[in-house]
Nanobody, 127 residues
Framework: QVRLEESGGRLVPAGDSLRLSCQAS????????MGWLRQAPGKEREFVAA???????????DSVKGRFAISRDNANNTLTWVYLQMNDLKFEDTALYHC?????????????????WGRGTQVIVSP
């Protein structure tokens, strides 16, 4: 059974750091580029970061460059961990954060390019 489960979100003051984790299991996610996407209250989902299967290439939205870092651990053929280290958090980073697999040939920055979304983990940054 395919399952993506995010964790690590909580309420933090601005300037703090958080590390989000995503456990992706049930299929060969080690063969997929994996991404983090988020949805703030009242806004559409947006791309945050992505990492190719071997970790060779990373992609970041301009709003998080230099503050966030994506990484992964391809534990085995049916279990992959994806992490998002978030530093210097800002109020505008408040959102529900999801991990998902990049499965389409469209832009990696397009949220519609992702499948198998997890339910998300809530990050709230107090100003």
């Amino acid at each position: 059974q395919v399952r993506l489960e995010e964790s690590g979100g909580r309420l933090v003051p601005a300037g703090d750091s958080l590390r989000l984790s995503c456990q992706a299991s049930g299929r060969n996610f080690n063969q997929y580029t994996m991404g983090w996407l988020r949805q703030a209250p009242g806004k559409e989902r947006e791309f945050v970061a992505a990492l190719t299967k071997n970790g060779d290439n990373t992609f970041y939205d301009d709003s998080v460059k230099g503050r966030f870092a994506i990484s992964r651990d391809n534990a085995n053929n049916t279990l992959t961990w994806v992490y998002l280290q978030m530093n210097d958090l800002k109020f505008e980073d408040t959102a529900l954060y999801h991990c998902a697999a990049y499965t389409r040939s469209s832009s990696i920055y397009n949220v519609r390019s992702y499948d198998w979304w997890g339910r998300g983990t809530q990050v709230i940054v107090s100003p």
